[in-house]
């Protein structure tokens, strides 16, 4: 791979003495590209990640999140085909944070680039990512497209909520049929269920055999689960 | 070609405003061997008399002057490593193309360049100081100054890459220095196997081109030849340790490690 580029984890990756303009001309100098024609894109990328207004002031001067916004301009500058990102919004204020992530899907929309991400924040990876590799100890536990990590886990489950407290004697027989599990802590008047499905057909038999019982619902919800429930899934079950 | 020719002129481009932005920094260096300088040259004049002493002073003045590059150029691969890994722009070097050993071979002849000005003020200073004024002779000092840095060039790879894997040797890499401030002033006659080490023997070439006012074409052809020999086989050890420590370091990814 001749073209790759990379901002590492923490806010370094880029020469503290020189300005955001100095750095970028340096770092496209070494990957053979002619600073002095990159003058206009080296404009654009500064302000596109809204860093114009400090072209010309030493790095070492701007807060954390703007040299975080450098080393990815630096990188990006170099033209690569791929790009690695190691915790890029590790430790940044809100706004870098949402600048970052905005840019970064940015560049993933665009086409061309590879990106390898890495980070611990699951949001972020929900949001930027196609496709998610969990390592775990060094091995790879699932490697995947992020809305198939997500269907897989979706797992047909629903919470819901009752008007009356059930008797033991209408709970057995839901319970057979059913994966079901009884809050054990709800109130008098209550009763409160997790279920878990085996298809989404299966919620109407469930609501049928409640109104056999004698209980009427209150609510019903759907459960989404997120990246980071099935990233805790993955790595507590050790797989899938 | 025109890739490494565009890393140059960007490790040029970007010693040259450091050194403009740290301008008092770079001084401070200077300073302290001027310092040195007029410390060993004014307790010498305390100790030595009679008529040898214009030749050992002059031979002072050569060795400080051999010796700045040295520094230079030992330090522009060690050091910086060091200050390179701290910063975190280690890694990003070691993503470029052209691969680091060109990266390193330009940055040291880049900041070499732009040190030769202004070692060649400070050669001037240390005349003045003196009042003895030595012959410059570029065609036959150059020339030997290049051979001999080759060899320093060697040791500040070979450390260098130390620093890759045992991090903490900043304290050694400072004594080291000082080795090479005795290996520049020793005279050979009366210790002639340091020639085998590197740098003294450049040191005597150097000292009997700009001291005794000879030419590199009367000096004789074994010790050119043998200079060569010792500054290319100094620099092929340490340039080949520095590949091993780097795979090390890179195997165990220490790279960026400080």
Same mark, same amino acid.
Not at chain 2, 9 to 17: F, R, Y
């Given at each position: 791979?001749?073209?790759?580029?990379?901002v590492?984890?923490?806010n370094?990756?880029?020469?503290w003495?020189?300005?955001?303009?100095?750095?970028?001309?340096?770092?496209?100098?070494?990957?053979?590209?002619n600073?002095?024609?990159?003058?206009?894109?080296?404009?654009k990328?500064?302000?596109?990640?809204?860093?114009?207004?400090?072209?010309?002031?030493p &790095?070492?001067?701007? @807060?954390?999140?703007?040299?975080?916004k !450098?080393?990815l $301009? +630096?990188?990006?500058?170099? *033209?690569?085909e791929?790009?690695?990102?190691?915790?890029?919004?590790?430790?940044l204020?809100?706004?870098?944070s949402?600048?970052?992530?905005?840019?970064?899907?940015?560049?993933a929309?665009?086409g061309?680039?590879?990106?390898?991400?890495s980070?611990?924040?699951?949001?972020?990876?929900e949001?930027?990512?196609?496709?998610?590799?969990?390592?775990?100890?060094?091995?790879?536990?699932?490697?995947?497209?992020?809305?198939?990590?997500?269907?897989?886990?979706? &797992?047909?489950?629903? @919470?819901?909520?009752?008007?009356?407290s !059930?008797?033991? $004697? +209408?709970?057995?027989?839901? *319970?057979?049929?059913?994966?079901?599990?009884?809050?054990?802590?709800?109130?008098?008047?209550?009763?409160?269920?997790?279920?878990?499905?085996a298809?989404?057909?299966?919620v109407?038999?469930?609501?049928?055999?409640?109104e056999?019982?004698?209980?009427?619902?209150?609510?019903?919800?759907?459960?989404?689960?997120?990246?980071?429930?099935?990233?805790?899934?993955?790595?507590?079950?050790?797989?899938? | 070609?025109?890739?490494?020719?565009?890393?140059?002129?960007?490790?040029?481009?970007k010693h040259?405003?450091?050194?403009?932005?740290?301008?008092?920094?770079?001084?401070?260096?200077?300073?302290?061997?001027?310092?040195?300088?007029?410390?060993?040259?004014?307790?010498?004049?305390?100790?030595?008399?009679?008529?040898?002493?214009?030749?050992t002073?002059?031979?002072?003045?050569?060795?400080?002057?051999?010796?700045?590059?040295?520094l230079?150029?030992?330090?522009?691969?060690?050091?910086s490593?060091?200050?390179?890994?701290?910063?975190g722009?280690?890694?990003?070097?070691?993503?470029?193309?052209?691969?680091?050993?060109?990266?390193?071979?330009?940055?040291?002849?880049?900041s070499?360049?732009?040190?030769?000005?202004?070692?060649?003020?400070?050669?001037?200073?240390?005349?003045?100081?003196?009042?003895?004024?030595?012959?410059?002779k570029?065609?036959?000092?150059?020339p030997?100054?290049g051979?001999?840095?080759?060899?320093?060039?060697?040791?500040?790879?070979?450390?260098?890459?130390?620093t890759?894997?045992?991090?903490?040797?900043?304290?050694?890499?400072?004594?080291?220095?000082?080795v090479?401030?005795?290996?520049?002033m020793?005279?050979?006659?009366?210790?002639?196997?340091?020639?085998?080490?590197?740098?003294?023997?450049?040191?005597d070439?150097?000292?009997?081109?700009?001291?005794?006012?000879?030419?590199?074409?009367?000096?004789?052809?074994?010790?050119?030849?043998?200079l060569v020999?010792?500054?290319t086989?100094?620099?092929a050890?340490?340039?080949?340790?520095?590949?091993?420590?780097?795979?090390?370091?890179?195997?165990?990814?220490?790279?960026?490690?400080?």
């Amino acid at each position: 791979m001749k073209r790759t580029s990379a901002v590492l984890e923490g806010n370094r990756n880029v020469y503290w003495r020189l300005t955001p303009r100095e750095n970028l001309e340096f770092f496209a100098s070494l990957h053979g590209i002619n600073p002095a024609k990159k003058r206009e894109d080296i404009r654009k990328l500064l302000s596109s990640l809204r860093l114009e207004e400090k072209t010309d002031t030493p &790095a070492r001067k701007l @807060s954390r999140g703007m040299k975080q916004k !450098l080393a990815l $301009a +630096a990188a990006l500058v170099r *033209e690569p085909e791929l790009l690695l990102l190691d915790e890029p919004t590790l430790g940044l204020d809100v706004q870098a944070s949402r600048d970052m992530e905005r840019r970064v899907q940015e560049l993933a929309e665009e086409g061309d680039l590879t990106i390898l991400f890495s980070s611990h924040d699951m949001d972020v990876v929900e949001e930027v990512c196609d496709r998610v590799i969990v390592l775990q100890e060094g091995e790879i536990v699932v490697e995947d497209r992020v809305e198939n990590l997500i269907d897989l886990f979706r &797992a047909e489950g629903y @919470s819901l909520v009752l008007d009356d407290s !059930l008797e033991d $004697a +209408a709970r057995s027989p839901l *319970e057979e049929e059913f994966d079901l599990s009884f809050n054990p802590n709800q109130s008098e008047e209550r009763t409160e269920i997790e279920a878990s499905l085996a298809e989404p057909a299966e919620v109407y038999r469930l609501l049928e055999r409640i109104e056999e019982a004698g209980a009427q619902v209150i609510s019903l919800n759907r459960k989404q689960p997120d990246l980071e429930e099935v990233f805790l899934n993955i790595v507590e079950g050790g797989e899938k | 070609m025109r890739a490494k020719l565009l890393l140059l002129w960007g490790l040029l481009k970007k010693h040259v405003i450091e050194l403009k932005r740290y301008f008092f920094d770079s001084l401070s260096g200077l300073v302290t061997i001027y310092l040195i300088f007029l410390l060993i040259f004014f307790g010498f004049k305390g100790f030595v008399s009679g008529p040898n002493f214009g030749n050992t002073v002059d031979g002072i003045v050569v060795g400080f002057f051999l010796w700045n590059f040295t520094l230079e150029v030992y330090s522009e691969l060690s050091n910086s490593l060091i200050r390179e890994a701290r910063w975190g722009t280690l890694e990003q070097l070691y993503l470029s193309p052209e691969g680091f050993g060109w990266i390193s071979f330009f940055q040291v002849l880049s900041s070499f360049a732009l040190f030769f000005l202004v070692n060649l003020g400070f050669l001037y200073l240390m005349m003045f100081t003196t009042g003895r004024f030595l012959r410059l002779k570029p065609v036959s000092t150059l020339p030997i100054i290049g051979v001999t840095l080759l060899g320093v060039g060697g040791i500040g790879y070979f450390l260098g890459g130390l620093t890759l894997v045992f991090k903490r040797v900043e304290s050694f890499l400072q004594i080291v220095q000082f080795v090479f401030i005795a290996l520049v002033m020793f005279p050979l006659e009366s210790l002639p196997l340091m020639k085998y080490l590197p740098l003294a023997h450049g040191a005597d070439l150097l000292r009997r081109v700009m001291v005794q006012g000879k030419t590199i074409s009367q000096l004789p052809l074994s010790d050119l030849i043998f200079l060569v020999l010792n500054s290319t086989i100094y620099f092929a050890i340490g340039y080949g340790a520095f590949k091993y420590f780097e795979s090390i370091a890179k195997r165990k990814g220490l790279l960026g490690h400080y």
